[in-house]
């Protein structure tokens, strides 16, 4: 089993609609989890980290179940802009100066 | 604030070459710094981490090295490249960790894409 995992996808939607992503991780002991957006060719920029409670920035709400050893991204009204690929990160328990990426989500999002 | 650099942007090279991709980081001291590699369609691969100079840990055993000869550069080489070797490859730093369970979060420079003929 994969230590992050998630659909790849690809997820395609039309503008304003809303999108979630789901990913799930293996190690129970986890303590910090994060969403990375990677745009076609570039590098992979934080998009937000994942607290216990639940936090929200902006159309972006990310989701943390520790009883089901998963993260969830909520992207509300989608934009074109939003077209990319999602990377659900979590940090290894062996290190913690070690995350693991998970292989990404894309998401098209089609005018 | 801070900044990473990665240089050169792509690379061409043979193979049994040498290799030599350079990074820094701006605006932070005593960071945590990283080596990655992305295989096209693929997840990212941690190579090599450091949480100081001369400090290196290798994660994958393989034909690279990486060494940190200044708080704020760290460097990926290579003697005789492989085919195999071929890929993106990032760096990244991160506010220096004690070890405790949380872990920070990563910032990437650029990336350089190599490829290997």
């Known amino acids: 089993r994969k230590e992050v995992e998630q659909d790849p996808g690809p997820f395609n939607v039309p503008e304003g609609a809303t999108v979630a992503f789901n990913c799930t991780y293996s190690?129970?002991?986890?303590?910090?989890f994060f969403w990375y957006r990677q745009d076609c060719r570039k590098e992979p920029k934080l998009l937000m980290s994942v607290y216990s409670s639940g936090n929200e920035d902006g159309r972006f709400t990310a989701q943390l179940n520790r009883a089901s050893q998963y993260i969830s991204l909520l992207i509300r009204d989608s934009k074109l802009s939003d077209s990319a690929t999602y990377l659900c990160v979590v940090n290894r328990v062996d290190s913690s100066y070690k995350l693991i990426f998970g292989s990404g989500t894309r998401l098209l999002v089609r005018p | 604030s801070q900044t990473i650099h990665q240089w050169p942007a792509t690379l061409v090279q043979p193979v049994g070459s040498p290799l030599s991709l350079e990074c820094t980081v701006e605006g932070t001291s005593n960071p945590n710094l990283y080596w990655y590699r992305q295989a096209a369609g693929r997840g990212l691969q941690l190579l090599f981490y450091s949480v100081g100079i001369g400090q290196i840990s290798s994660e994958v055993p393989q034909n690279l090295s990486a060494s940190r000869p200044q708080d704020r550069q760290f460097i990926l080489s290579s003697k005789k490249l492989l085919l195999s070797d071929s890929g993106f490859y990032l760096c990244a730093w991160s506010v220096y960790s004690s070890g405790s369970a949380l872990s920070y979060e990563q910032y990437f420079g650029p990336g350089t894409r190599l490829t290997v003929t």
């Open positions: 190690n129970s002991a986890s303590q910090s």
